[in-house]
Each structure stands twice: as structure tokens, then as C-alpha cells.
């Protein structure tokens, strides 16, 4: 038999209730759900970035460069999941080339674009180019060193006057880059939000609850590398920063926790004619990865144990548990929240009357093994960027909170 | 103006990559895009070319002219909105050149799925609508045994 028959057979075969025929197969799979995800790190990681350059809070300067690199990397790999999953990418070039400005999904194009490009490159850059300059002269191996050389854009003298400038031009780029990741990010929501035909999606909420959630899993995964890191080079956390970073997880979780309790609370108040449905799929289909991943393990859980160090006095060596368990069940958390949303989302029928199923392919190109492997690039990325532009320097431990200025 | 070397480079990096995407956007850009909507003007004219399989409306006449028997008869039946394409195919062909070209019919072996696609009962169609169990319904026999597919109603 057709494998394509074959496969709506076995989904067929798990309907519950009435549904429509054109929604018997999920069309998002878990491709979907790490577009928002990755895409979240980014938004994340480069509004933990700019705390310290925007907001100049200076305790969180250890993780300032490793947010900007991940930020670098998870957005190099963003468009990936979309392109794996229409399976056309030589087409992805075409919203650059004649733009829609009616679809929301071709205009990401520019705001990516724009945000790697202006944002996020040139931050980078201008961070780094003293050290750049200084490895274009002195770097043992050609290849490397022709690669700092075209960095420099063939200028290797810094001045104090230059960095100055880079400075103040490193901070305005960050200003600008706030909004852009909010923009980013808002977006990724508001292509949900905008969904009117699906209650669970069709709330003007959803682009702010999906920001928070985004800072949230950034900071999260910033938090998670910096230790590892760290730990990776033997070379002692540095407190203050890792309990500032803390904070800002405790309060982008508590932000997003109550946006999603509140929109839920409205939701069963208003109790509209979809209401039955929803509270049937969250009974149902979604009673593991919602009540139990997203709201206890990776909501409640988080918040307890980044709030105790908030109350009592807890050791160095406890709070570095305590936030390293809670960084692993906030991520894994988001996850889940991208995936209720997504996959939950095309749970039910519009019929308000039935359910369909989702299996999640292991291998394929929308499978498990390729989601998986769309995030371990990201990281295998992070690692060549650490490599070209170390965010530390070798004879410091990171880079002291008190120091003032940038290492060089 | 030393301290501004750099940056301006970068931005003269910029206008150039700018500027080269905006002449290989110019290159890849059908001519035709745009002129009639978000697509590829062309496009209607590539559509138009292609060979007209269906007789379609002219068929009334056509068919009307050789075969006013099963015309009649569909005309006023609950087959009247069924066109004569619908079962016997595309007869484009055949119009332009009756007697070479012959228009098919379903055969028999294949009649209760064909008219099936119809009339097999499925709870989304309207009340009303003619449908039949086919596991049921006189299994086995082709359904222009007992129906006339131009005049179903017995």
C-alpha cells in the first residue's frame, strides 16, 4: 500500500469525535515547535547581553560575550527548522528578493536580516575588534589569522579615540538591537496569536507571553553554558554574576508563569463555546506535557528553587545546584510550552467535537533525530565561535566584575 | 577621521553588498513579476499555452448536437448539475474530432467506487442527499444494473 495511506491509516485509526478530514494530519510538527524555541534562546540570550551594556548592571559582565555569542549561534540556526520543514530551502531566498509585505512570515525575513546583520554582527564586531586587530598580528596559523585580517576590514591600528567611538556605538546598537529582539521574538508570537480560526492560539497575549518565555529559556541557557563553561576551564564561577542571573530567570519565569495562568484563568472565566474543548485537551492529550512538564516541572519547580536563595541563606555550593536543576527544568519547560502550543494547538477540531493525533517521527526530515540535531548544531556553531572569539582571556578567570572596561 | 577608519569601511562593505544584491535581485527577478500582482505576470501567458483538455461549457452544445438523448434526460434529472465530463472525462478531443477520439465511461468493475465518491454515506454530507451503505447496498452489482446514470431516479 501507498506509505502516505498507509501512514493517515494509523492516524485514522487514533481519531477521537468528529473532526474534519483536512485535519486528521498535524501539518506543524516538531520542526515547529524548535522554530520558536531556538529563536527564543536568541531573543533571550541578547536581552541578557544587553542588561549589562544598555542597563549597566555590571555583575552579569562574565556572561556578557557568551550571551552574544549564543545569541549568534542560535540565530544562524533559527531559519533552519522553517527551511527543513517546507523543504524547499533554495526558496527561502526568494522573500528577499520580491517581499510580501501582507505575510508576516515573509517580512521575518527582514527582521532577521536585519537583526543579524546590524544588531547582532556588529555588536560583536565592535566588541571585539581591538582583541581582533591583536589576533590578526600575533595568531600562529594562517588560516586563522587570515580570517582576523578580513575582520579588521584591513584597519589594525586601535586607538583610544576609535574605542570610544566603538563604545558609544556598541550601545546604541544595543538600543536599537532591545526592540529588534523584541521584535523578533513578538513576532514568533504574534504568528500564533493571529491564528483567529484556533482559540487555544487567538489571544493578543500570545507575542508577550512567548517574549517572556524567551527571556526565560535565554537566560536559562546563557546561565547553564556560562557554568559549564566555567567548570569546563576550571576556573571558579564567579558568584554574583551567576546569583544577578539567577534573579533575572526568577523574574522572566514569574512573568511569564502568571501572563500564561492569567490568559488560562480568563480563558475558563469567559468559558466560550470552545472552552469544553480546550479543558477536555489539557484533561487529555496534553495533561503530561502541560499540567505536569510546563506548569509543575518547568513553571512551579523553577521558581521554589530559585526563590529559596532569595529567603534563606543558602551555600555557594547549594545555590550553584540549585540554579544548575533549575536552568535544566526551566529549558526543558519552554520546550513544552512550544510544544502545547504548537502541537496542542492542532490537537483539536475546528468542529469543536474531536481530536487527532500527533506521532512524532524519529527519523525524516521532520523527525526527532533532525530537531535534535538542528540544536546540537547550534552548540557544535557556539563552539567554533568560541574558538575565533574566546569570550574570556586566557590568564583571568572570565572577566573580573570589578575591573571596569573591556578586556583587551 | 582615523578614529571613524573603520567604521566607515564597514559601512562602505555594507553599501556594497547592498548594492550587488540589489543588481542580482534585478537578475533574478522575472521581467513580468509585479505587472499583474505579487507573481510572475508570464505566468497567465505559460497557463494559456497549455493544451485545453476539457470541452467544458461548449460541451453542452457539443454533446447536445450528436447525443440530445442523454442530455434530455440528464437535464431534467438530479444529474442535471453533474456535467457530462464528470463521468465520461476530459472529451476535448473527442469534440474536435468525434469519430478517432472516444470518450470513456467508468467500467463496471470500477462503478461502485466511482459512484460511490458521491453517493457512499458519510456522515458530513448533507441530509437528504442520496446515500448508500455499499457493503449493503445490493453488493456486487454494478449500479447502472438497476440505476440510468443520465436519469438515476427509478
Known amino acids: 500500500m501507498d506509505p502516505m495511506i498507509e501512514h493517515l491509516r494509523d492516524a485514522l485509526e487514533k481519531v477521537v469525535g468528529f473532526i474534519y478530514p483536512n485535519e486528521l494530519e498535524l501539518q506543524w510538527s516538531i520542526l515547529i515547535v524548535m522554530y520558536p524555541y ?3 534562546l536568541v531573543a533571550g540570550a541578547f536581552i541578557l547581553a544587553s542588561l549589562e551594556r544598555v542597563f549597566n548592571v555590571e555583575s552579569v559582565k ?5 550571551s552574544l555569542l549564543s545569541a549568534l549561534a542560535f540565530l544562524i540556526v533559527a531559519p533552519l527548522p522553517l527551511q527543513l520543514h517546507l523543504g524547499h530551502p533554495f526558496r527561502g531566498i526568494e522573500i528577499f528578493l520580491t517581499p510580501n509585505t501582507s505575510s508576516a512570515m515573509a517580512m521575518f525575513g527582514f527582521i532577521y536580516a536585519w537583526y543579524l546583520m546590524a544588531v547582532i554582527l556588529m555588536e560583536i564586531w565592535l566588541d571585539y575588534r581591538a582583541e581582533i586587530v591583536g589576533w590578526s598580528k600575533t595568531e600562529p596559523w594562517a588560516p586563522k589569522r587570515m580570517f582576523y585580517k578580513v575582520l579588521t576590514f584591513g584597519v589594525t591600528t586601535v586607538t583610544p579615540g576609535s574605542r570610544r567611538i566603538d563604545d558609544v556605538l556598541g550601545r546604541a546598537i544595543t538600543v536599537i538591537g532591545l526592540p529588534s529582539a523584541v521584535l523578533l521574538h513578538g513576532y514568533v508570537g504574534f504568528i500564533f496569536g493571529s491564528v483567529k480560526a484556533n482559540p487555544w492560539w487567538s489571544t493578543p497575549l500570545m507575542p508577550v507571553i512567548f517574549l517572556f518565555s524567551a527571556m526565560a529559556s535565554g537566560i536559562a541557557a546563557v546561565m547553564l553554558l556560562y557554568m559549564f563553561l566555567t567548570w569546563m576551564r576550571n576556573r571558579p564561577l564567579d558568584m554574583r554574576c551567576l546569583d544577578t542571573v539567577a534573579k533575572f530567570l526568577l523574574t522572566a519565569i514569574i512573568v511569564a508563569f502568571t ?7 480568563q480563558k475558563a472565566y469567559e468559558a466560550e463555546e470552545h472552552f469544553d474543548i480546550l479543558a477536555l485537551l489539557v484533561e487529555g492529550q496534553l495533561s503530561f506535557s502541560l499540567v505536569f512538564l510546563q506548569i509543575f516541572l518547568g513553571s512551579i519547580c523553577p521558581i521554589i528553587l530559585l526563590g529559596l536563595p532569595q529567603i534563606f541563606g543558602v551555600s555557594d555550593q547549594g545555590r550553584k545546584s540549585l540554579y544548575a536543576v533549575s536552568g535544566v527544568l526551566a529549558l526543558i519547560g519552554i520546550f513544552a510550552m512550544r510544544w502545547n502550543v504548537v502541537i496542542g494547538g492542532q490537537f483539536f477540531s475546528k468542529s469543536l467535537r474531536g481530536f487527532t493525533t500527533y506521532k512524532l517521527q524519529f527519523i525524516g526530515r521532520e523527525g526527532l533525530v533532525a530537531a535534535i540535531g538542528v540544536l546540537v548544531l547550534a552548540f557544535a556553531i557556539l563552539a567554533v565561535l ?12 572570565g572577566r573580573a566584575p570589578a575591573a571596569g572596561g573591556r578586556a583587551s | ?3 571613524l577608519d573603520h567604521l566607515l569601511r564597514v559601512a562602505a562593505t555594507f553599501v556594497v553588498v547592498t548594492v550587488g544584491f540589489l543588481v542580482v535581485r534585478g537578475f533574478l527577478i522575472p521581467p513580468t513579476f509585479g505587472k499583474l500582482g505579487h507573481y510572475r505576470a508570464a505566468a497567465v501567458d505559460d497557463v494559456k499555452a497549455m493544451p485545453v483538455r476539457y470541452a467544458g461549457r461548449a460541451a453542452r452544445d457539443a454533446c447536445a448536437r450528436c447525443h440530445a438523448g442523454p442530455v434530455r434526460d440528464r437535464a431534467s434529472s438530479s444529474h442535471r448539475g453533474v456535467w457530462c465530463e464528470t463521468c465520461h472525462g476530459a472529451a476535448g478531443a473527442h469534440a474536435a474530432d468525434p469519430k478517432s477520439v472516444k470518450p470513456g465511461r467508468p467500467a ?4 461502485r467506487a466511482f459512484c460511490g465518491r458521491c453517493h457512499a454515506s458519510n456522515i ?4 437528504g442527499f442520496p446515500q448508500v451503505n455499499l457493503s449493503v447496498h445490493n453488493p456486487g452489482a454494478a449500479c447502472t444494473e438497476c440505476h440510468d446514470s443520465h436519469k438515476p431516479k427509478l
Open chain 1, 386 to 397: 568560541i574558538r575565533l572569539l574566546p569570550p574570556w582571556t586566557k590568564d583571568e578567570p
Open chain 2, 108 to 111: 463496471k468493475g470500477e462503478m
Open chain 2, 1 to 3: 577621521m582615523k578614529d
Open chain 1, 62 to 66: 562574565p556572561t556578557y560575550r557568551l
Open chain 2, 124 to 127: 458530513t454530507r448533507p441530509r
Open chain 1, 259 to 265: 501572563l500564561e495562568t492569567l490568559e488560562t484563568i
Open chain 1, 38 to 40: 531556538v529563536t527564543g
